[in-house]
């Protein structure tokens, strides 16, 4: 199990930077996930999930596949209708030993604040029409948030169906418009998990 803060090293964030025409790799917090493509339609809880444990070293990269995504699937109950909703995701994440916070109404400030912290923030969003992605960086380019000047960064499992070339399957868009879109496809605002292993460093 993690005991420090994975972080991706500059040679990373530099690349990423270029690969995404970022217009500059300066002030970039970038947590070292590695990114798992959901296999089906309506897994992306599963999938993000997979990665959330991976990181965390609590699933072996042996264990990073379809077989899993899908138990994690029948575990959550996960449906065509509504997807996964957060509290089966959250009893799943339980079973690894973790301490669990989820809710909504969540903000950006939280969500820097973790990645600060070497902590991960699994977020539903309406990106395909209710999307589970995990939010993994943060780049502060402006003196406030207001001044929308900033990025944050998503592991997207399903950055691989768009046209766009994602290489490290990152999502990457401004904080104020990720906010005007984290809502779930109920119409529910900011809903977000977090699971912190005990043996964590903060």
Known sequence: MIKQ?????????????????LISDENII????NHYKQSTEITCGPAATISLLNYYEL?????????????????ADTGNIYGTRAQKLAEILSKYNLKIHSGINGNIKQIRENIEKGI????????WGGHWALAVGY???GET???????????????????IKSPYGLTILNPSKFEKMWIDSEGVAG?????????LAL
Not at 8 to 17: H, L, Q
Not at 120 to 127: G, H, I, M, R, S
Request: charged share 25%; no cysteine; aromatic share 10%.
């Open 145 to 163: 948030m207001a001044e929308d000047k900033d990025l944050i960064f998503l592991i997207d499992p399903a950055s691989h169906h768009t046209n």
């Open 59 to 75: 699933l072996d990269d042996s264990e990073v596949n379809k077989q899993t995504e899908l138990e994690f699937a029948n575990d």
């Open 120 to 127: 991960p923030t699994l977020v539903n969003w309406f990106d």
């Open 5 to 21: 803060p994975k972080f991706s090293s500059i040679s990373k964030i530099k690349e990423i930077a270029e690969l995404y025409n």
């Open 30 to 33: 970038l947590l070292d996930i």
């Open 191 to 199: 809903i977000y998990i977090t699971a912190i292993p005990e043996t």
């Open 139 to 141: 780049q502060k380019l």
